[in-house]
């Protein structure tokens, strides 16, 4: 949100956001939008200069998450093991998913152009931290090298949008998550 906003469009936004995250962590990334204008005290309108797609709240709500993954890839970078490493950024990347409601759809890629104005920033700032990750597991050699980091996403949004509906959810995603760490092996 730009600085220049008048005071009383910083407010709105901070008070959508807020009331976004809440419906957004009850309801998933199908929150209604209006509902939360509603709670927000503001019109659907407003909702809408703020966030001109559903995609641009969800990832707005989601920042803060995303953030600790990049960090986390960061702080992951100097292991010893490279295969681990990126096992485990990955492993986080699927449990916070699980954990927020709305995070693994706002990480998709479907409907996203490269060209479009509403790029899908979460998942760029995934791809930045995880691709050094990558790198040197298959530098290492131990990961296949026809791997990228958007199949990696792809694959971790897939195991938890596919684990949605268990009744452990986290238990679920955990193992397939598990199995497709297998396929990752490089083919000998």
Same mark, same amino acid.
């Given at each position: 949100?730009?600085?220049?906003?008048? !005071?009383?469009?910083?407010?709105?936004?901070?008070?959508?956001?807020? =009331?976004?995250?809440?419906? /957004?962590?009850?309801?998933? !990334?199908?929150?209604?939008?209006?509902? %939360? $204008?509603? %709670?927000?005290?503001?019109?659907?309108?407003?909702?809408?200069?703020?966030?001109?797609?559903?995609?641009?709240? /969800?990832?707005?709500?989601?920042?803060?998450? %995303?953030?600790?993954?990049?960090?986390?890839?960061?702080?992951?970078?100097?292991?010893?093991? *490279?295969?681990?490493?990126?096992?485990?950024?990955?492993?986080?990347?699927?449990?916070? @998913?699980?954990?927020?409601?709305?995070?693994?759809? !706002?990480?998709?890629?479907?409907?996203?152009?490269?060209? *479009?104005?509403?790029?899908?920033? @979460?998942? $760029?700032?995934?791809?930045?931290?995880?691709?050094?990750?990558?790198?040197?597991?298959?530098?290492?050699?131990? /990961?296949?090298?026809?791997?990228? /980091?958007?199949?990696?996403?792809?694959?971790?949004?897939?195991? =938890?949008?596919?684990?949605?509906?268990?009744?452990?959810?986290?238990?679920?995603?955990?193992?397939?998550?598990?199995?497709? $760490?297998?396929?990752?092996?490089?083919?000998?």
């Amino acid at each position: 949100m730009p600085e220049r906003q008048r !005071a009383d469009a910083r407010r709105n936004y901070a008070r959508i956001l807020t =009331v976004a995250e809440q419906e /957004v962590a009850t309801h998933g !990334a199908g929150a209604s939008l209006e509902q %939360i $204008a509603r %709670i927000a005290g503001v019109g659907s309108a407003t909702v809408r200069r703020h966030f001109p797609t559903r995609r641009a709240l /969800v990832e707005a709500v989601s920042q803060e998450r %995303i953030e600790a993954l990049v960090a986390r890839a960061r702080e992951l970078a100097g292991l010893g093991d *490279s295969r681990k490493a990126l096992l485990d950024w990955l492993s986080d990347v699927v449990a916070y @998913c699980v954990a927020a409601q709305g995070l693994a759809a !706002a990480l998709t890629y479907e409907g996203t152009e490269p060209d *479009s104005i509403y790029e899908n920033s @979460c998942t $760029a700032a995934l791809e930045d931290a995880g691709s050094p990750l990558l790198q040197r597991a298959v530098q290492d050699g131990a /990961v296949d090298a026809g791997i990228g /980091v958007a199949d990696l996403i792809t694959l971790a949004v897939g195991v =938890v949008l596919a684990t949605e509906h268990h009744s452990d959810r986290e238990a679920a995603a955990e193992r397939l998550f598990g199995l497709a $760490a297998e396929g990752l092996s490089p083919r000998g």
